[in-house]
């Protein structure tokens, strides 16, 4: 539920905006008219992936809401403002831009509608669009009504924000500056901007405000989202597990048991008492409650040793301590009974199975000795290793594997039971060069670093490494033509390190387009984006 960030396409589509208009100022010649086409054409690109990444970010937001609405419901109401009023703001920006289009093709608004810049044949033109913006008397035309409009949507998108959080909130869309015209004379925002510029320079202007309210909207929407969790516990594990009804099962009877999706940090180890022989912890019994100490992994896992068969009861508190700072304890209980062996089967690192690596994997049934134990999977292979087993997955598996087991007993192979574990993919690694994937880099260090490698997540357990077999390197100098070239392999080449010795400070270096091979096949791993410092 991360924030919306302008990627470096984005910003360099803004630069190469105040670039053309700086030329615009000067001289007007084909080149640059094509260049503010080609600006364009990245704009309206640009706005239409925005477009589909808020589509999703709404449809995510109104899942959430549908699951609980009365938690969600008021930050749900706050971004249906935020589509209404981004929504409003951008359907008047595109009459606009529809509207001066018309009157310097001399068409209607149908018959332009369509048009490409590109072929727009009076887009070096400027009389038209100044007298629509600018009017006959300065600041009289269209151009201050949409000053109006982006200065009422920024007001009224702020104060749907918390007072406390607006600092952390950048909307942009901002009509406030120190603008001069080329003789250094002040000047106001609509002059700036509309007075005697072209055509195609005000379509890309228009198309970079609709640019600019996506992103606003994208940041609220974000920022409403994170809202509905603010106060909740942070939980970055989710789990799978089984409370049976009970353990001990007549024959002929049904096994019944609840599936139950449970969370935990993994940052937080909760203290857990508890106490045999009762059904809940009182301030009388509470010192004779037993501590469970943690055993290393996520979870805090109970052991209570089985003496005697029949039912045993047992009740113990859990304390955690609330984003707030406050201790809260919650209560359990619980009864089982001790009776003949059951079968266990545990993951050993994760209660999932990965394609491609080795899944170790604990088989055991109380009552039996390994030795005497047998396992078949469903997919894949399972083979001992050790005191435990291990399983690989293919990657032609789908959907779940089921392991059976089986015991050798008086009377033959007899099947104890069977379990069920979901197929996954292993994640992606994170590309990742002199040890950053984003952010400033020294020069000399990018050099030394020589190429990309490839980091699996922190959490993630198993051993594993990607090879990267290709990837794009583009170089921004300032003042200079883009540089680029493609790369087999994750090292840098000669031609590459020689452009980052002659960057300067400042520049821009992208490593695009950056693919890896796992165990089962090609993974894409985005962008890098770094600069010179």
């Known amino acids: 539920m991360a924030g919306y960030k302008e990627t470096p396409r984005q910003k360099m589509i803004s630069m190469m905006y105040l670039v053309l208009t700086a030329m615009l100022a000067l001289n007007v010649s084909v080149e640059v008219l094509q ?141 406030d500056g120190d603008y001069k015209d080329s003789s250094g004379l002040a000047v106001s925002w609509e002059t700036y901007h509309f007075y005697h510029t072209v055509l195609a320079a005000d379509v890309t202007f228009l198309n970079k405000l609709i640019m600019d309210t996506h992103n606003a909207e994208y940041e609220l929407i974000n920022f409403f989202y994170r809202s509905v969790s603010a106060d909740d516990f942070k939980f970055d594990k989710i789990d799978v597990k089984i409370i049976p009804k009970s353990n001990y099962v007549f024959l002929n009877d049904s096994y019944e048991a609840e599936i139950l999706v449970v969370a935990y940090d993994t940052a937080q180890s909760p203290e857990v008492r508890y106490l045999t022989g009762v059904d809940k912890i009182t301030d009388a019994n509470i010192g004779s409650t037993k501590l469970v100490k943690s055993n290393g992994e996520n979870y805090t896992k109970l052991v209570i040793p089985a003496l005697s068969e029949g039912i045993q009861r047992f009740a113990g508190i859990v304390k955690m301590m609330a984003p707030n700072g406050d201790v809260n304890t919650y209560q359990f209980s619980d009864e089982f009974i001790v009776a003949r062996p059951s079968m266990t089967v545990s993951a050993t690192k994760m209660n999932v199975f990965y394609i491609g690596v080795d899944n170790p994997v604990s088989i055991s049934v109380p009552g039996y000795g390994n030795a005497q134990i047998t396992a078949t999977i469903s997919q894949g292979t399972l083979t001992k290793s050790g005191n435990g087993w291990n399983v690989r997955i293919p990657s032609s598996a789908k959907g779940n594997a089921t392991i059976t087991v089986s015991a050798q007993t008086e009377d033959g192979l007899v099947k104890i039971g069977s379990s069920e574990y979901r197929i996954k993919q292993v994640p992606n690694p994170s590309a990742t060069i002199a040890g950053i994937n984003n952010g400033n880099v020294d020069k000399n260090t990018l050099v030394a670093a020589g190429g990309i490698i490839p980091k699996m997540p922190e959490d993630f357990d198993f051993d594993l490494l990607f090879e990267i077999t290709r990837f794009e390197f583009v170089g921004s100098p300032k003042g200079g033509d883009l540089f680029i070239r493609q790369a087999n392999g994750g090292q840098l080449t000669d031609e590459m390190k020689t452009f980052i010795r002659n960057s300067k400070r400042g520049d821009k270096i992208w490593l695009e387009n950056i693919t890896a091979k796992g165990p089962d096949g090609n993974r894409n791993l985005g962008t890098i984006s770094l600069q010179i410092q």
């Open 35 to 175: 260049a503010f086409v080609i600006v364009n054409e990245s704009v309206v690109e640009t706005n239409n992936t925005l477009t589909d990444r808020i589509d999703e970010a709404y449809s995510k937001f109104n899942e959430q809401y549908q699951i609980n609405q009365g938690k969600v419901e008021p930050f749900w109401n706050n971004a249906l403002i935020v589509k209404e009023k981004s929504d409003e703001l951008v359907n008047y920006i595109d009459s606009i831009k529809y509207t001066v289009i018309a009157k310097c093709e001399k068409k209607s608004i149908e018959e332009i509608k369509d048009v490409p810049l590109g072929k727009i044949g009076s887009r070096d033109g400027y009389d038209v669009p100044t007298n629509y913006f600018i009017g006959q008397d300065l600041n009289k035309g269209e151009a201050s009504l949409l000053k109006e409009k982006l200065e009422q949507y920024v007001t009224e998108m702020t104060a749907l924000i918390p007072e406390a959080r607006r600092s952390a909130i950048n909307l942009g869309l901002s009509t």
